[in-house]
Each structure stands twice: as structure tokens, then as C-alpha cells.
């Protein structure tokens, strides 16, 4: 197939031969032909002296220009290759997981780009974040289908990251009905999630180990849970044991979603709260409330590296203020899911968040997500989640 040919500017193929999938337009020779191609364009990556590197999709208008598809120069982008790609992930989710309940593809990890995929049993929600995916979409869903034959799939294309490729935001059921929340099966539980009303794609897969860490820590314990969505942590606890569990979320439906679940778990003790998690810790502390495991699994404070200063010091004040409401011996988990905030920079704004909560700690525990989401061993940025677990003094 013949696509079209981008050169690189001298000396700017350093990153692209060591693995980055990546190609900046300040890399590439941006020349009017180049900037006339309708994004998502397949094209064929080339070194300044024409040598070819690999095939990716092209956006003229995206800071991020080129997103590697393969190093093969020769490969046809078409329904099979994506069949291929769908296909490799699956087997490598069906070896890590005995339930048909993960996230199937997750993006440059897999091999496909700006591409999003959650299972959810025979329903697949799907975010095609990049301009060379929404052109793909079509072959997408039929290499889907015929792989998994899903009941429903929805394209859940509401990601502020679309705005960036020039791209609509919208929702649409593509292939079958749904009507509100649907199970999920985690760790012997049942979650509820809305892939249409909910946050993100309907669930946090990413968490899943992690609340299955949290959950003993938390037996026989009063159990906080801040920015709670669908109750995943406190609900794990309950499981485990612990006497009662607080979800605390602005989010109307995920509490409705976590009581959903704890009803049709048997779970008794959870009490849920509207309220911003900040002011929840003022009220709890003023009222010397104590919990044996508190969990703060906020959304990113940094969505842009000029937002770093500003949301570093929003983790160092929420990790001091979580401290302040942990019993004696008892245990806080943090999390932050920003890919702009280095692993280091956001362990030592917890660690002086806890000092300034006049408690001692000892890391027990620290952990990225779970691996249905594997990282791009290039791209740091795929190695977004950070979650910590600290035994308090």
C-alpha cells in the first residue's frame, strides 16, 4: 500500500530508533505538502536521508504529529492488522484474568494508538482518542466483532484529549441497547458501572489490585473512602471485614452506583456522602472522627505540566489532611493518576504531607496499575497511575 512519505530534520530521529512511539511536529519536515494531509493520515516515517522507519498515523494539526502503528515499513494498515492487534491483546488479558472483565486495549501499550478498549462481559466501550483512530473506526468495530462478537459496543468519545486532535466529543451506542448500570466481576465482588452516565469508560479497572490490597488492611476498621465513584475501595473493605465504610464523592451517580453494588453484594455499613473531599477531611477532623484505612484516589490535580507546581501542592494538602483523620496504627492509600507528576515529585509531597499532619509513616506498599494496563517501556506517560500505602504512627 503507498502512503505517503514524512522525513525527519536532521538529527531527529534519535527518539523514533530507540523505541519512542512519538514523533513531534517540531521533528518532523512540516512543508506545505505535509501540512495539507487530512489527519489521521497513514504515513511512511522516514530518516532526513530517506531511509524508512516505521508506518504511524499523521495529525498536521496535533503537537504530537505521528503516532507509530508498526516498524514493519511494508505492513498494510486494514481490518486484519487490527484484527491481529485486537487478537494479541486478548490472549495476553485471557492469561492475566479467568473473567471477562478488563481493559482489552490500552492504547500505545498495545499497539494501537489513541485507542481504548474496556470489556465489560459481552459489552465493549471504546474511546478513540486520536485522529488516525476515528478514521480506522469502521474497520475497528468490524475487527471486533468478528473477534469477540460483543452485544453491545459503545463509542464513548467524550475525552477532552479529542479536542487536542480536532476531534468532536460524543456518545453513541453503535451495536446493540443499553440501559443503565451493568455488573462488573472483580475479586469475587460485583461493581456496578454506567459506560453512559458514569466517569471515564464506566469503571476503574486500573485499581483493581490495589483495592484488593487496601481491602484487608481494612478488616475490622472504620474505613474512609474519598473520591469514592463507585464505592470500589470501601465495598472491597466491607468484604474483607471492616466494620463500616464512609464513600465520600461530588459525584450523584457514582453513589448511587455504590449503593447499587453493596445491596446487591449484601454488604451492610456503607454510608455514602455528597460532599468535596476537602471540605469532608475539615468537617471529619473538627469533629476528631478516626478511621482505621483511609483511601484518597482523587482525579488528576495536573492535567498540563504548567498546572505541576500548583497540583503538587494540592497532594501534599490532601495527604495532610488524610493523615490527620487516621486512627493510631491505622493505614492511608494515595493515589495519583496524572501522568505530568513524577513517581518522585509525588512520593515527597505525601511524605511532607504526613510529616506536616505531625504523623510517622512506613511505606508499605507502592504500585501503578494493574496489568491490563500495560505500560510502553518508551513512554512514560503510559506509567500514569502512582498508588501508595502508608502504615501511620
Same mark, same amino acid.
Given at each position: 500500500?503507498? =502512503?505517503?512519505?514524512?522525513?525527519?530534520?536532521?538529527?531527529?530521529?534519535?527518539?523514533?530508533? $530507540?523505541?519512542?512511539?512519538?514523533?513531534?511536529?517540531?521533528?518532523?519536515?512540516?512543508?506545505?505538502?505535509?501540512?495539507?494531509?487530512?489527519?489521521?493520515?497513514?504515513?511512511?516515517?522516514?530518516?532526513?536521508?530517506?531511509? *524508512?522507519?516505521?508506518?504511524?498515523?499523521?495529525?498536521? =494539526?496535533?503537537?504530537?504529529?505521528?503516532?507509530?502503528?508498526?516498524?514493519? +515499513?511494508? $505492513?498494510?494498515?486494514?481490518?486484519?492488522?487490527?484484527?491481529?492487534?485486537? #487478537?494479541? $491483546?486478548?490472549?495476553?488479558?485471557?492469561?492475566?484474568?479467568?473473567?471477562?472483565?478488563?481493559?482489552?486495549?490500552?492504547?500505545?501499550? &498495545?499497539?494501537?494508538?489513541?485507542?481504548?478498549?474496556?470489556?465489560?462481559?459481552?459489552?465493549?466501550?471504546?474511546?478513540?482518542?486520536?485522529?488516525?483512530?476515528?478514521?480506522?473506526?469502521?474497520?475497528?468495530?468490524?475487527?471486533?466483532?468478528?473477534?469477540? #462478537? *460483543?452485544?453491545?459496543?459503545?463509542?464513548?468519545?467524550?475525552?477532552?484529549?479529542?479536542?487536542?486532535?480536532?476531534?468532536?466529543? @460524543?456518545?453513541?451506542?453503535?451495536?446493540?441497547?443499553?440501559?443503565? /448500570?451493568?455488573?462488573?466481576? @472483580?475479586?469475587?465482588?460485583?461493581?456496578?458501572?454506567? /459506560?453512559?452516565?458514569?466517569? %471515564?469508560?464506566?469503571?476503574?479497572?486500573?485499581?483493581?489490585?490495589?483495592?484488593?490490597?487496601?481491602?484487608?488492611?481494612?478488616?475490622?476498621?472504620?474505613?474512609?473512602?474519598?473520591?469514592?465513584?463507585?464505592?470500589?475501595?470501601?465495598?472491597?473493605?466491607?468484604?474483607?471485614?471492616?466494620?463500616?465504610?464512609?464513600?465520600? &464523592?461530588?459525584?450523584?451517580?457514582?453513589? &448511587?452506583?455504590?449503593?447499587?453494588?453493596? @445491596?446487591?453484594?449484601?454488604?451492610?455499613? !456503607?454510608?455514602?456522602?455528597?460532599?468535596?473531599?476537602? $471540605?469532608?477531611? &475539615?468537617?471529619?477532623?473538627?469533629?476528631?472522627?478516626?478511621?482505621?484505612?483511609?483511601?484518597?484516589?482523587?482525579?488528576?490535580?495536573?492535567?498540563? +505540566?504548567?498546572?505541576?507546581?500548583?497540583?503538587?501542592?494540592?497532594?501534599? %494538602?490532601?495527604?495532610?489532611?488524610?493523615?490527620?483523620?487516621?486512627?493510631?496504627?491505622?493505614?492511608?492509600?494515595?493515589?495519583?493518576?496524572? =501522568?505530568?507528576?513524577?513517581?518522585?515529585?509525588?512520593?515527597?509531597?505525601?511524605?511532607?504531607?504526613?510529616?506536616? #499532619?505531625?504523623?510517622?509513616?512506613?511505606?508499605?506498599?507502592?504500585?501503578?496499575?494493574?496489568?491490563?494496563?500495560?505500560? =510502553? *517501556?518508551?513512554? *512514560?506517560?503510559?506509567?500514569?497511575?502512582?498508588?501508595?500505602?502508608?502504615? !501511620?504512627?
Amino acid at each position: 500500500m503507498s =502512503h505517503p512519505t514524512l522525513k525527519l530534520l536532521t538529527g531527529q530521529d534519535r527518539r523514533l530508533r $530507540a523505541g519512542h512511539p512519538w514523533v513531534f511536529s517540531n521533528e518532523l519536515q512540516m512543508d506545505a505538502a505535509a501540512k495539507a494531509l487530512p489527519p489521521g493520515t497513514v504515513v511512511r516515517l522516514a530518516a532526513a536521508d530517506g531511509r *524508512p522507519m516505521a508506518l504511524a498515523q499523521f495529525n498536521p =494539526h496535533s503537537l504530537i504529529a505521528a503516532r507509530v502503528l508498526t516498524r514493519n +515499513k511494508d $505492513a498494510t494498515i486494514d481490518e486484519a492488522f487490527l484484527e491481529r492487534r485486537l #487478537a494479541r $491483546a486478548l490472549r495476553l488479558r485471557e492469561r492475566l484474568l479467568d473473567q471477562p472483565y478488563y481493559r482489552l486495549i490500552h492504547a500505545e501499550a &498495545d499497539g494501537l494508538p489513541g485507542l481504548v478498549i474496556d470489556r465489560f462481559g459481552d459489552l465493549m466501550v471504546c474511546q478513540l482518542n486520536s485522529a488516525g483512530m476515528a478514521l480506522l473506526e469502521a474497520p475497528l468495530l468490524a475487527a471486533l466483532d468478528r473477534l469477540l #462478537a *460483543p452485544r453491545c459496543v459503545v463509542l464513548r468519545n467524550d475525552s477532552p484529549v479529542r479536542e487536542l486532535e480536532g476531534l468532536p466529543l @460524543e456518545l453513541r451506542v453503535v451495536k446493540g441497547e443499553l440501559a443503565g /448500570p451493568i455488573p462488573v466481576q @472483580e475479586h469475587g465482588l460485583t461493581f456496578m458501572a454506567d /459506560p453512559l452516565e458514569g466517569q %471515564k469508560t464506566g469503571w476503574y479497572y486500573d485499581q483493581r489490585d490495589n483495592r484488593q490490597f487496601t481491602a484487608r488492611l481494612g478488616k475490622d476498621q472504620r474505613v474512609l473512602d474519598l473520591y469514592s465513584y463507585g464505592g470500589g475501595f470501601g465495598l472491597a473493605a466491607l468484604a474483607a471485614g471492616a466494620r463500616s465504610a464512609l464513600a465520600i &464523592d461530588r459525584s450523584p451517580t457514582g453513589l &448511587d452506583l455504590a449503593r447499587a453494588a453493596a @445491596e446487591h453484594n449484601g454488604l451492610a455499613g !456503607l454510608v455514602t456522602e455528597r460532599a468535596d473531599a476537602f $471540605a469532608a477531611l &475539615d468537617r471529619l477532623a473538627a469533629d476528631k472522627e478516626r478511621f482505621g484505612l483511609v483511601v484518597a484516589d482523587p482525579p488528576a490535580f495536573v492535567k498540563s +505540566k504548567r498546572d505541576l507546581k500548583v497540583g503538587l501542592k494540592g497532594y501534599r %494538602k490532601l495527604a495532610r489532611a488524610a493523615a490527620g483523620v487516621v486512627g493510631e496504627e491505622g493505614f492511608l492509600a494515595i493515589a495519583c493518576c496524572s =501522568h505530568n507528576v513524577p513517581l518522585e515529585a509525588f512520593a515527597d509531597e505525601v511524605r511532607r504531607g504526613i510529616r506536616d #499532619a505531625g504523623r510517622g509513616a512506613r511505606l508499605l506498599h507502592q504500585a501503578g496499575a494493574a496489568p491490563d494496563h500495560p505500560a =510502553h *517501556p518508551m513512554l *512514560p506517560e503510559s506509567m500514569y497511575l502512582k498508588f501508595h500505602v502508608y502504615a !501511620l504512627d
